[in-house]
């Protein structure tokens, strides 16, 4: 292999389709500047479809998370070269950190805010029944109901009880794929019939993940991975072609395109998790934006009190319409990402894992 060609990674197309979802949640959550000074929990103005689609961004981070994990974890898991506390302290170490720093901004945040405007900024229940649920990362496990404080981190608590079924379906099933079947189509019936639990669409997005993660890993032991990737990716096209014709591209059919999703994302998921050969430069950059999509989605609401906060103070408003500003602010999340993972995110997860798997 020449020097410009970056070493095997068979990941590298769901790094940059996580850092897609995560811009599409940065876009989605621009609106928030709408709403300050407005009641915390009012509807949001009237907007495109173009907004909405950092909900289907968060459907597809489960879905990458279940690949992910199926692919690096389900075999040491089940062979007991993994046990229950590394897999957990691994879990930990990258998730509460930062976590924890981001709770405690807009906790103070939150405070500074409502001395000024006599409400909340977005999410309204910031007490301390909720704070506590949120020190746990067991906000939105159905202890208590609404968004609170970094109101982004609702979805990451879902997939954190998620990590524990996770861990048990693999641990204790001798086929936790065909398990995974199974409960993918209560899942996908439920979904059909109007029941919309996060809970339930977390573990159905997450297990699709995994049930593609494992097809990958057959067809790959088997030689055969090119000649499918080829027929998954006609089946996307396909797929696509036929949404786009009937006109299901539009919010009319919102809830019904979580269904869509539920074909679009392990299908996408399939054709990206091909091992292309990427030259160096393009691997690192690659790797690097899959790195901002945990740190730029956690602190872009800390980041829009400060600017709530400091207009307050100035009174000085903001230029929702300027395109300018609209690409100042993705590009400031961005940039600001990268630094946290560099110099927090990281640091500390090597300190905790250090302390905790000696």
Known sequence: MSNSVGHQNKLLGLEVVRFICAVSVLIQHYLHFSMIGRPAGAPMPAHSFFYDMGNFGVDIFWC??????????????????????????????????????????????????????????????????????????????????????????????????????????????????????????????????????????????????GCTSALAQVFESQGRRQTSNLIAAGLLGTVLAALAWFGLFDTRHYRHFIEYLMVLAPLTLYVVSYNFRMASPLQRIAEGVGNLTYSSYLIHFPLQLIVAVFLARSGLSIPIGSPFFFAGYIVVVLVLGHAVFRWFEMPWQRRIRVAMLK
Not at 89 to 114: D, E, G, I, K, N
Not at 173 to 179: E, S
């Open 64 to 209: 990458i998370s279940g690949f992910i994990f199926f692919w690096k974890y389900r075999a040491p898991i089940f062979n007991r070269d993994l046990g229950g506390k590394a897999f957990f302290v691994l879990r930990f170490s990258r998730l509460y950190p930062l976590h924890l720093v981001t709770l405690l901004m807009v906790a103070l945040l939150q405070y500074f805010y409502f001395r000024i405007y006599g409400d909340f900024f977005i999410y309204p229940f910031n007490d301390a029944v909720h704070f506590v649920c949120q020190l746990f990362m067991a906000s939105n496990w159905g202890i208590v109901q609404g968004k609170s404080f970094n109101g982004p981190i609702w979805s990451v608590s879902i997939e954190v009880l998620v990590y524990f079924l996770f861990f048990i379906l693999v641990r204790q099933f001798r086929r936790p794929v065909a398990v995974s079947v199974a409960v993918i189509a209560a899942g996908v019936a439920a979904e059909i019939r109007g029941i919309h639990l996060g809970i339930l669409e977390c573990i159905t997005f997450f297990l699709l993940g």
